[in-house]
């Protein structure tokens, strides 16, 4: 089946310092990646939209300068959190929506801890 | 504009009785409706999802979802739970052309007693 491989897995970081997450699909051609946050306890909030090529697009609220998103290959997604802050913690996870496998792929998620 | 509505924040249950966790849906489209769980600290698994084949859906490790348009609902369901199951789930949402976000629910809580 379809898989997204996402890395690192959890991360802890100094306040200040930039952190890359990284989302590869594995046997299918990712042209779209949702990005999504978690905070404890609550449910996933969408972030952001990355298409293949082009810019992603931004939910309200979130800060695109400060979220980079990079979508270069229809197979590697990133989402940089850069000058993190602890309210920065939280877990982020990306999906990738599949045609040859309909549905929608997760990858297993990074859990941010900024210190 | 489409939503969610995850009736209960936390249900409990006996291992080996019934589980059934709420979810109502709101969609200018004919949806896609999905059922995640998610377990301490780990990704999501699909658990069933429909699109608009068949209204009963049978999912993974026993469980299954009804498809209700008159009601706009999508409750789960599971004959007899087993102390692997508690976690969150998650009601989702989507257009049905597949390329479009998924909107989440709130999540429930299972909890399963001994």
Redesign the interface.
Known sequence: GAVVS?HPSWVICKSGTSVKIECRSLDFQAT?M?W?RQFPK?????MA?SNEGSKATYEQGVEKDKFLINHASLTLSTLTVTSAHPEDSSFY?C?A?N?RF???T????T?LTVV | AQSVTQLDSHVSVSEGTPVLLRCNYSSSYSPSL?WYVQHP????Q?LL?Y?SAATLVKGINGFEAEFKKSETSFHLTKPSAHMSDAAEY?CVV?RPS??????????TRLSVIA
Do not use: A, E, W
């Not at chain 1, 609550?42 to 969408?46: A, D, I, N, V, Y």
């Not at chain 1, 997760?106 to 998620?109: D, I, Y």
């Open positions: 996402q779209t949702f999504y609550q449910s996933l909030m969408l939209t996870i999906s929506p045609d309909y549905g929608y997760f990858g297993s998620g859990r | 999905f600290n780990k990704g999501l699909l999802k699109t998650f989507s597949g390329n479009t976000p998924l909107v989440f629910g709130k999540g």
